[in-house]
Structures are given as C-alpha cells and as structure tokens.
C-alpha cells in the first residue's frame, strides 16, 4: 500500500483508478489539519477515476473538515473524478448533501479583478458628475430657502434659530479664545524675530493687528467651526436621516430642509462675523502680552500703534471673509447630512466628508477674496 502518513490522514494510493483518504484524529479549528498536498497530488494525478474516504478514526470534527472536503469536491468536480461521500461520518454527509442540493449562484463568488484604468477613470468622472449635481440641486434649495424666508413662508421654528445662534455663538467662544490668543502670540514671536535685528519691535503691534483684522481671524475662525459646528450639523442630519426622522417630517408634509436646515444656516451666518470680530480682538490682545511682557513695549504705546496701523477696511475684509465661510461651513455641513446614507458608518462618512469640504473651501474662497481686495485696492 502507497501511503502518505500525516497526523490527520492517509493517502492511500494501492488500488488502481481509486485513492483512498483515510481520516483520523480530531478535524477541528484547533488542530486546521492542511490537505494542500493531497489537492496538488489530485490535480496532477493521471489515470485517477474516483476518491473514496474512510473516517473510523475521527474522534471530533467541526466546520474545518466540512472546507476541506468541499475543496477536494470541487478539485475533483474539475477532473471529472468521482467524489465518494460513503465512508464519511453520516453529520458529513448530511451537510454537504444541503450544501450541494442547491446549486451556487453565478456571480456570488468573489472574484479579485482589477479594472482598467480607463474604466476607473469613467467610474470617477461619472461620481464627480454625480457630485456636482447634487451640490448644485442642494445650492437651489438654500436660494429658494433664503427666498421664503424674505418672503416671509419658510416654515421653521425661531427657537430652533436661536438655539443654533448659541450653539455656534457663545459656545465655541472657549475654543476661538483660545486658538485667537495663540495665533497672535505666535505671530508676534514670529514678527519680533526678524524686527528686533532692525530696532523696529514697535512693528509687531501693526503686523499682529493687520494680520489678524485682515486675514487670520477669520480664516482660523472658519476653520475652527468647520471642525466643530460644520461637522456638528453633518452628524445631526446624518443621525436623523438613519432613524428616519426626516422621513417622518416629510410624511406630515412638513419641509425637512425648511425645517432642519434653514435655521443651522442663518444662525452660522449671523454669528462667523461676531466671532470673527472677536478672534480679531483677542489676537490683538496675544499679539499685546508678547509686545509688553516679552519686547519690553510701553501698553500706550502698543495701542497707540495698533489703533494707527489698521483701518475699517482691515476690519470689512476679515468680516467679509467670515461671512463667506459661514456660508460655506453651513453649506457643506447641511448637505452631507442630508446626502447621508442609512447607516452608522455613512454619518462617519458624512461627517468626515463635510469637515473636508469646509476647509478646501474655505481655502479657495479666502485666497479669491484675497485677491479680488489686492486687485481692487479695497
């Protein structure tokens, strides 16, 4: 008798035209016994009609002898080799008689296939298409929103204003001192090195107040409520959309993007200009304990410095600015929410997509606006 030994089985390979399998010992998630051997043997086997088992020496057997032997079935079925089930315990072949009673579907089997790249591209082109349209479908709603509530028909609660005017106002305030107190220290730090080589650290009271009235109070300002309340409103609608909640409004004929989205975008218009003008004025202030406590500055001589270097239109730009990116943060927001898909991982998906938005956005914008002031002289 031509054998294999193994701890698990034996191949016994005597009879003529018939291999004989020969199990034993436990076959279970444990012990994984690997029959890559008898399948290399088997595809390269010539003159081989049929494969027979004997399994009096298995003691246990789970889930592992049953993928096993489902692949000799199928390295078989391709050799046109006959695959006897006979000496198999009789669970065995109870469960593998279910599992072949129903033919496998076509198509059900994973396949790893790697598409062209024309065809990646199409698929990508075909989504940006798809994005682009939605983005613009969401802008006509907010315009059409915008235009009852002027018109006085847009159907939503002003409690619902006024809680999001404090959710975006007086809460973040924490946070945007904090960010502004820093910006304008590192700022002045930033500015006092190179100032003080040419005796000119008074300066740092112009480039702090100009930096921050013009450009940083607003752009970190915006990037502060992206991450906070952009990212706020894409969960909230995400979660409703899930639990069926704008379903629900939409079914007692109430207007869900009047209802739930409006109020989010008014209040994150009407409070990025306050915050801004705030950040101005606490970066100013970081950008004042540098100059007196680390440059030796007299207090009136800072202000007096500061006040002299920026004007109202330093101030319109940043405002201007911040009024835009509430725009933005509220758009991008809002739409991912209501976009979002019915699942937990989908308002992950919508969360982290809206924050992204936001800030690409906020990017672009500010470097257009900057350059729409620079070209204008405003």
């Known amino acids: 008798m031509d054998e294999k030994a193994n701890d698990s089985f034996e191949l016994d390979r005597s009879a003529e035209g018939t291999w004989r399998l020969v199990l034993k010992g436990k076959w279970t998630r444990e012990t994984r016994p690997d029959l890559t051997g008898v399948l290399a043997e088997i595809e390269g086997a010539s003159g081989l009609r049929a494969l027979a088992f004997e399994s009096g ?35 065995v072949q109870g469960l593998l008689k279910l599992a072949w ?28 298409g798809e994005a682009v349209r939605a983005m613009a479908s969401f802008l006509g709603e907010v315009v059409i929103g915008f235009g009852n509530i002027l018109r ?12 999001f005017i404090q959710e975006a ?11 502004s107190v820093l910006v304008g220290t590192i700022l002045a730090f930033v500015g006092s090195i190179q100032l003080v080589m040419f005796g000119a650290e008074i300066y740092v009271a112009d480039l702090v107040g ?15 409520m992206a991450g906070r309340t952009g990212a706020s409103y894409a969960a909230q609608l995400g979660t409703m959309q899930v639990n069926e909640e704008i379903d629900a409004l939409q079914t007692m004929g109430l207007s869900a993007f009047d209802f739930l989205v409006l109020p989010r975008v008014v209040a994150l218009i009407f409070m990025m200009p306050l915050l801004c003008l705030y950040a ?10 540098v100059g007196l406590l680390y440059l030796g500055l007299e ?10 270097a920026i004007t109202l239109s330093h101030f319109a730009q940043g405002l201007i600015k911040a009024s835009v990116f509430g725009v933005v943060i509220a758009f991008c927001g809002c739409m991912q929410g209501m976009q979002c898909g019915r699942s937990a991982q989908a308002v992950g998906e919508a969360t982290t997509k809206a924050v992204v938005q936001c800030i690409i956005w906020i990017v672009v914008t500010d470097a257009v606006l900057t350059l729409i002031f620079v070209q204008t002289g405003f």
């Open 152 to 163: 006085g028909r847009a159907r939503y609660r002003r409690s619902d204003v006024m809680l």
């Open 280 to 289: 101005d004025l606490m970066g100013m202030l970081g950008g004042a304990v």
């Open 57 to 91: 020496g298995v003691t246990a057997w789970d889930s592992v002898l049953l993928v096993a032997l489902e692949k000799l079935h199928r390295a078989c079925q391709a050799r046109e080799i006959a695959f006897d089930v006979a000496g198999l315990p009789d669970g």
């Open 210 to 224: 100009v930096g921050m009235a013009v450009e940083m109070g607003a752009l970190m300002t915006g990037i502060i």
């Open 299 to 308: 207090p009136v001589q800072y202000y007096t410095q500061t006040t002299g």
């Open 101 to 128: 009673a129903v033919p496998e579907r076509a198509g059900a089997r994973r396949t790893a296939t790697r598409k062209v790249f024309l065809e990646r591209f199409g698929e990508r082109t075909l989504e940006s």
């Open 169 to 179: 106002g007086v809460e973040a305030l924490p946070i945007v001192t904090l960010i």
